[in-house]
């Protein structure tokens, strides 16, 4: 049972859950970010290449 649940206190693994969590949402984020900001770079790209031409 000690090779599952290494942690003996709850405060601690509430500690690393929380951790794991966070780290988690971050990257999801990050990886929304940047994917936001790809498209938008793209969409003005597009934008100044047409009105550019015009």
């Known amino acids: 049972m000690e090779l599952l649940w290494p942690y003996r206190s ?3 693994a509430i500690a690393v859950l929380g951790a ?3 780290w988690s949402w971050m ?3 990050g990886a929304l970010s940047r994917s936001l900001t790809e498209a938008y770079l793209r ?4 934008l100044t290449t047409e009105g550019g031409d015009g």
Do not use: G, K
């Open 27 to 29: 990257m999801q984020m």
């Open 43 to 46: 969409a003005h790209d597009l």
């Open 10 to 12: 709850s405060l601690e």
């Open 20 to 22: 794991i969590s966070s």
